[in-house]
């Protein structure tokens, strides 16, 4: 499968931003599929997963209540939604389909893609 992040770009502090990953060459209908982030100098982390139903999802502590992950199956992607965007939110953000494994770990996740550049001015 192959996976493109876009959506990105540079907004002030305070602003939002949708993030959209498009799936390609097989359906991610039946996967958990998640957005991680890498910031220059600094390891890639996780920022939210959502399940194959879309019937949950999860974040880590430093997104919650400001950004919201969804999907939609039937056109074969999935998206973030980022409100309240700030300094600390600066990242390459990429999304994969997860494979097994915890959640935080990346080592269990699968096809990264290319990524999307976020800056956020502040």
């Known amino acids: 499968v192959q996976l493109q992040a876009s959506g990105g770009g540079l907004v002030q502090a305070g602003g939002s931003l949708r993030l959209s990953c498009a799936a390609s060459g097989r359906t991610i209908g039946s996967n958990t599929m998640g957005w991680f982030r890498q910031a220059p100098g600094k390891e890639r982390e996780f920022v939210a997963f959502?399940?194959?139903?879309?019937?949950?999802?999860y974040y880590s502590d430093s997104v919650k209540g400001r950004f919201t992950i969804s999907r939609d199956n039937a056109k074969n992607s999935v998206y973030l939604q980022m409100n309240s965007l700030k300094s600390e939110d600066t990242a390459v953000y990429y999304c994969a389909v997860h494979r097994s494994g915890a959640y935080y770990d990346t080592e269990g996740w699968d096809y990264w893609g290319q990524g999307t550049q976020v800056t956020v001015s502040s």
């Open positions: 959502i399940l194959w139903s879309g019937s949950s999802s």
